[in-house]
């Protein structure tokens, strides 16, 4: 492999010169705009940016900081790092999530782990190392200041956890323990067994807590955003459902930050829980933040198949797994119904060992995911039939419990694969699991600066939430260690900058802003509660859920997605008006809760589709059917596609915002793993 | 399979509650028992009967949101959280009791839905290290013995879902607390705060209402983490020695 980072300065347009598209499949479903800059992004050497922006931030003095409020919505890692960090500085910050306690935020299920690029293992890590596996794995969709900062901040996040407790997986001699993820070479991937994101994630609750008790956090616990308040054009506060009481209450403050998580639920099955939503993101997209490249979806490749039609969510086993587990399907069709035990070596197929030779079962999440659909498509998928096909593929441990020993896999992997025999009732010790892809993350959310602000001054957004760092795909164990820098490392710096600027005008509860805000709410909630018709919110969401799977899932075609569109809108028209939610307004009523965030789903799903649909190339987790090489591999096209797509709402014709990316301090190459 | 369902039903904090009786068929084996109270809940919604309210959100074990007293024991015969628990665990024609965590310190909410701050506040009081972001030291500088670090990470798993308590004739937490102050207890990190951690934590416990331990080790039993009751003697032995320093 000569995949050595490239450093070389290439030369690049100028930001004002729009890209030419060609082929406009999209047209007339959306109007173009103007192009947009990252303004924030300081120019210069890559590895200076982020020291050079913190030195220009404004401070805010100490005095000051108690009088200024900070609305924090979300406590994952992203949200509950910031709200801890922004409390031990001395801000009045108030804190929201819709799970009964902090502590539950959906991060907490993250498993493989954490990057970080500390070199323990001097396997030729670096920051710039880290920058570049980071900006080739999500293909050249990324930007490229916003990734060096992060790829530099990683180590901080280390020593952070590190000291606030959180038990890592240690070597004998008492330093901590590395293993490598997909898509990469080096060893540089922290863990704490299957369970990274919830010991990370305990870490960040606790700090918070910590700050609850020091009297600078307010927590607002089974509250759930439901508006956000605009005054002036600046970000000044949120709407907001007490979920026991019902109650709907006005916060205001000075600035707002929202670190929401991701929409992969908008699929309704995906490895998200039950909860994740899109209302707070979108809901500010409404308001004026222009939504990026929701078409980057990331599909994981090892969940746990679908088992029937009552299946609620899917589960996801760890890509730590594919380390030492060996993905295969039987080379003859006929085999597929066989006890694989039974089937010979020579019959096995492990096809991403033989596709891709020099990564293996490493490839990156995207690329392993299309090529067990492929196998799946060509009639060689195992496990039992859905609708005339089988969609599984073996994750065999054999061959690791031969050479690790059984002790040593269960040492590795036991919570995972005890999970797998709970769910399936088969024991994958003695025989191969059976996996498939499923939705997992998404790339694409709200559009924001280097600084993490989005198009509406004062709305900061963090985490997955927002859209800034993985391109058009993740890799593996870089998720955990954005939304941790975002909230301890990145977001305080920044938006200090930005309340240097406050004391700002005093916001009373009846301006006319803030009543509008609290009467679209209320307003949305009396229509739900009176349609009375015929359908549970859920029944729709399922439906909505195929629609996105079928035309917006692992591969993408012009005329699935013009398909998609119109049967969503049908959907989404029907069931404004014959939708079925019981109960009332004032108490805990969870149809309510859910038919609110299937109502933004179904205009979130549309803007996917059109998405997707103007984007006529293929590029991380997004394969257009008519862009790839005769082998069918993904072909992007830079030519015409090297944008973030960020758009501007504005009812069912969105318009499209585009951001040039330009690298300075990489090469754009075509991706390859072979 | 078919099953009758006994169902706490309770509209609110301040109004009583009663068991209700509900029959449901179409449940496979696959299903995870909360998804046959989905099933059941799409049908009570069809027939213009209000869904039972039930606390989930992961459905993999891990966010500790689910918890429901099923046949008297909590999250149910296997032990596992409720929301990993299968109907395969279940036969056809079986009458299954589901109420949620009894505890003076949970108040019910509403049907099977209680409200567990009472832990967040055990949790305020003590269960952190003080080290402000960006203070902290390179992460090498520390080695922790690996044992210490193994035991720590044992007990950092429990995620706070409160069996322990709901499972406890006494209705205390020690297991959960017990818990914090062992994986705390175990790093270098944790050892400052140790003793004013613990006097805080056991105060703000018992000041919630949970009750003492009289070491019937029923919420080690019920825990879906398995949680190891001694964490419990390691919480009295921290206590007593914090007393001894004069806390
Ligand atoms: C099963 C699984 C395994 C994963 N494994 C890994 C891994 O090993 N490594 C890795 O790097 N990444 C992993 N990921 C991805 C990673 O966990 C997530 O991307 C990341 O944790 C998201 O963090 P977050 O803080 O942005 O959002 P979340 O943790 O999802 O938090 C969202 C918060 O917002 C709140 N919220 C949402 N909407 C509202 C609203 N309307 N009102 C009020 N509050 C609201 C929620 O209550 C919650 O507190 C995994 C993801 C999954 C699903
Ligand atoms: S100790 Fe066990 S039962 Fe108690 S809260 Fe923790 S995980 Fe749940
Ligand atoms: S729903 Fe998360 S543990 Fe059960």
């Known amino acids: ?674 | 399979m078919k099953l009758t369902l006994k169902i706490w039903r309770q509209p609110d904090a301040s109004t009583a509650g009663k068991m209700h009786t509900y029959d449901v068929d179409d449940v496979s084996a696959d299903m995870s028992f909360l998804e046959m109270l989905d099933v059941l809940n799409e049908q009570l919604n069809a027939r213009g009967e209000e869904p039972i309210a039930f606390d989930s959100d992961c459905r993999e074990g891990i966010c500790g949101m689910c918890g429901l007293m099923i046949n008297g024991e909590a999250h149910g015969p296997v032990t596992t959280t409720t929301c990993q628990l299968h109907m395969r665990s279940f036969v056809d024609g079986e009458t299954i009791t589901i109420e949620p965590w009894r505890s003076d310190a949970f108040p019910v909410l509403k049907d099977l839905v209680v409200d567990r701050g009472s832990f967040d506040r055990i949790i305020q009081a003590g269960g952190y290290i003080s080290v402000n972001t960006g203070s902290a030291p390179e992460a090498h500088s520390v080695p922790v013995p690996r044992d210490n670090a193994v035991r720590a990470f044992n007990v950092a798993t429990c995620i706070g879902c409160g069996a322990c308590v709901a499972a406890c004739p006494n209705g205390s937490a020690s297991l959960f607390m017990g818990a914090k102050i062992t994986h705390l207890g175990e790093l270098p990190q944790g050892q400052p705060e140790r003793d004013s951690r613990v006097t805080n934590m056991v105060a703000q416990h018992d000041h919630e209402g949970f009750g003492g331990c009289t070491n019937i080790g029923a919420c080690s039993a019920a825990c879906p983490k398995e949680i190891p009751l001694d964490v419990i003697s390691q919480l009295n032995k921290d206590l007593r020695t914090a007393i001894k320093h004069g806390h």
Not at chain 1, 159 to 172: I, K, L, M, N, T
Request: charged share 25%; net charge negative; glycine share 10%.
């Open chain 1, 1 to 674: 492999m000569t995949d050595m980072p490239d450093t070389t300065l290439t030369n690049h347009p100028s930001h004002d010169v729009p890209l030419e598209v060609d082929t406009d499949d999209a047209a007339g479903y959306y109007t173009p705009g103007a192009p947009i800059k990252d303004t924030k992004a300081p120019s210069g050497p890559i590895a200076d940016r982020w020291q050079t922006r913190k030195f220009e931030a404004k401070l805010v003095n100490p005095a000051n900081r108690r009088k200024l409020n900070v609305i924090i919505v979300g406590t994952g890692l992203a949200g509950a790092s910031a709200a801890a960090t922004m409390g031990e500085a001395g801000y009045n910050v108030k804190s929201f999530c819709y799970q009964d306690s902090p502590r539950r935020a959906h991060s907490i299920a993250a498993q493989g782990g954490i990057n970080a690029a500390k070199n323990y293992k001097e396997d030729g890590d670096s920051a710039h190392r880290l920058f570049y596996d980071t900006v080739k794995g999500g293909d050249y969709r990324s930007r490229e200041s916003n990734v060096y900062r992060l790829a530099e901040v990683s180590v901080n996040i280390i020593d952070q956890c590190v000291a606030q407790g959180v038990p890592f997986a240690r070597e004998y001699g008492g330093l901590l323990d590395n293993r490598s993820f997909g898509g990469v070479q080096v060893s540089r991937t922290f863990y704490a067994r299957g369970q990274t994101g919830q010991q990370l994630l305990i870490g960040a609750y606790q700090a918070l807590e910590r700050q609850v008790a020091a009297g600078t956090v307010k927590t607002y616990t089974r509250h759930e955003m439901l508006e956000l308040i605009v005054v002036d054009g600046t970000a000044r506060g949120i709407i907001t459902r007490d979920m026991v009481t019902g109650k709907i209450d006005t916060h205001l403050a000075d600035v707002v930050v929202l670190a929401s998580g991701g929409y992969g639920n908008v699929f309704y099955l995906s490895t998200n829980a039950m909860g994740c939503n899109v209302t707070a993101a979108w809901r500010a997209h409404r308001k004026g933040a222009y939504m990026a490249n929701p078409c980057y979806t990331q599909i994981h490749p090892t969940c746990i198949p679908v088992s029937g039609a009552h299946q609620s969510k899917l589960t996801l086993m760890s890509e730590s797994l594919r380390n030492d587990g060996r993905i295969w399907v039987p080379k003859k069709k006929a085999d597929c119904e066989k006890d694989p035990r039974d089937i010979a070596e020579e019959d096995r197929d492990y096809f991403l060992e033989r596709i891709y030779p020099s990564f293996g079962n490493l490839v990156p999440r995207d690329i392993a995911s299309r090529a067990a659909k492929n196998m799946c498509d060509e009639g060689r998928g195992v496990g039992p039939e859905v609708e005339g096909v089988r969609r599984g593929v073996y994750l065999d441990f054999a061959d690791a419990i031969q050479r690790l020993g059984r002790d040593g896999v269960e040492e590795k992997y036991d919570n995972l694969l005890d999970m797998y025999e709970r769910i399936t009732g088969e024991n994958p010790y003695e025989q191969p699991m059976r996996i498939y892809p499923a939705v997992h993350y998404v790339m694409g959310g709200l559009w924001v600066d280097y600084d993490l602000q989005s198009t509406i001054p004062g709305l900061f957004v963090t985490g997955e939430a927002n859209f800034s760092d993985h391109g058009a795909n993740r890799l593996g164990a870089s998720a955990l260690m954005q939304g941790l820098a975002d909230g301890y490392f990145v977001l305080p710096h920044t938006i200090r900058d930005y309340l240097a600027d406050g004391p700002f005008e005093k916001i009373s509860e009846d301006h006319p802003a803030v009543v509008e805000a609290k009467k679209s709410v209320t307003d949305r909630i009396e229509h739900f509660l009176t349609v009375n018709g015929t359908r549970s919110v859920d029944s729709y969401h399922r439906e909505l859920g195929n629609i996105m799977w079928e035309y917006c899932g692992m591969e993408r075609t012009e005329t699935g997605l013009k398909k998609a569109i119109d049967l969503i809108r049908g959907l989404k028209d029907d069931f404004y008006r014959n939708v079925k939610v019981l109960g009332t307004a004032d108490s805990l009523n969870q149809s309510l809760e859910k038919a609110g965030r299937v109502a933004d789903f179904f205009e979130l799903g549309e803007l996917m589709c059109i998405d997707a649909l103007n984007r006529r190339e293929s590029c991380g987790g997004h394969f257009r059917g008519e862009s790839q090489t005769e082998d069918g591999e993904a072909l992007r096209h830079d030519d015409q596609f090297a944008y973030v797509a960020a758009w501007e709402y504005a009812g069912e014709t969105p318009v499209l915002h585009k951001e040039e990316l330009i690298y300075t301090a990489i090469e754009m190459k075509q991706r390859s793993y072979k």
